[in-house]
Antibody, heavy 124, light 110 residues
Framework: EEQLAESGGGVVQPGGSLRLSCAASGFTFDDYAIHWVRQSPGKGLEWLSLIDWDGRRTFYANSVKGRFTISRDNSKNSVYLEMNNLRTEDTALYFC?????????????????WGQGTLVTVSS | QSVLTQPPSVSAAPGQTVTISCSGSGSNIGNNYVSWYQQVPGAAPKLLIYDNYKRPSGISDRFSGSRSGTSATLGISGLQTGDEADYYCATWDSSLSEGVFGGGTKLTVL
């Protein structure tokens, strides 16, 4: 069974940093791109970032570009999201999800499976 | 505001059929596959439909998807109280080089 598991969430002050991890199992990890998606309390899903299978291509939403960095370690079947200069509006449940297919120019936008999420709270 | 537009809420009685629309543009729905997700409170989203109309293994055939031009539609037939959830459409936007989601639609089964 394909599974993803996020970790690393917690409470951080505005301006602080946090590193989220996403551990994968049940599939050939280095064949697939991975997304990060978040959901603020009571709100909808917001796409944040994607890293392709070998880490050479990364993409970011404007809301996090320059503050968040996605990376992966295929030897550890893991993807990371380094979050800097955190704001109160970054408070959310953060999910990682596997992307089924990316070509050289685009991805399918097919998110499956998802992890259970890790909660990030930015508050003073 | 989301790149993809969904109605905030829909409702119908048990046994009836409901449709949820998702409107986009040529850079997203018009030229890329659409997927649909179901999210019940407290849980992660679950893939219902991919590649516009295909169902993953284990998803009931009561769920259907279609795409026409720059819009997509999720259909749910034979509504059950267990279908109450939030539903999201998603795709890739080739101009933005980003994944994009609809704002979500809350389904109430009356």
């Amino acid at each position: 069974e394909e599974q993803l598991a996020e970790s690393g969430g917690g409470v951080v002050q505005p301006g602080g940093s946090l590193r989220l991890s996403c551990a994968a199992s049940g599939f050939t990890f280095d064949d697939y791109a991975i997304h990060w998606v978040r959901q603020s309390p009571g709100k909808g899903l917001e796409w944040l970032s994607l890293i392709d299978w070998d880490g050479r291509r990364t993409f970011y939403a404007n809301s996090v570009k320059g503050r968040f960095t996605i990376s992966r370690d295929n030897s550890k079947n893991s993807v990371y999201l380094e979050m800097n200069n955190l704001r109160t509006e970054d408070t959310a449940l953060y999910f990682c999800a596997k992307e089924e297919y990316c070509s050289s120019v685009k991805c399918d936008g097919r998110f499956d499976p998802w992890g259970q999420g890790t909660l990030v709270t930015v508050s003073s | 505001q989301s790149v993809l537009t969904q109605p905030p809420s829909v409702s119908a009685a048990p046994g009836q059929t409901v449709t949820i629309s998702c409107s986009g543009s040529g850079s997203n729905i018009g030229n890329n596959y659409v997927s649909w997700y179901q999210q019940v409170p407290g849980a992660a989203p679950k893939l219902l439909i991919y590649d516009n109309y295909k169902r993953p293994s284990g998803i009931s055939d009561r769920f259907s998807g279609s795409r026409s031009g720059t819009s997509a539609t999720l259909g749910i037939s034979g509504l059950q109280t267990g279908d109450e959830a939030d539903y999201y459409c998603a795709t890739w936007d080739s101009s933005l080089s980003e994944g994009v989601f609809g704002g979500g639609t809350k389904l109430t089964v009356l």
